[in-house]
């Protein structure tokens, strides 16, 4: 994923582990922070499917899809 912003998923996928209803924290395409949807959160795009981290490069970062 490219770009800046927070992005909701039904989940994120890392190194084996799943997080149900995940948020990712994304600057200039690397990965920032993510955790456990827990309450309703200003800006944050919507885009279902499975969101999986992994690292490239020395960062942390994320691919989106169904």
Known sequence: ???TGRFAA???VI???I???GVVEIENGT???YYHFSEELP???W???TIELFEE???LAAYAHD
């Open 15 to 17: 190194r084996g582990n």
């Open 43 to 45: 800006f944050t795009e």
């Open 31 to 33: 990965v920032r922070s």
């Open 1 to 3: 994923m490219k770009g």
């Open 57 to 59: 490069e020395g960062v």
């Open 19 to 21: 997080i149900v209803n």
């Open 10 to 12: 039904n989940r994120l």
């Open 47 to 49: 885009i279902g499917g």
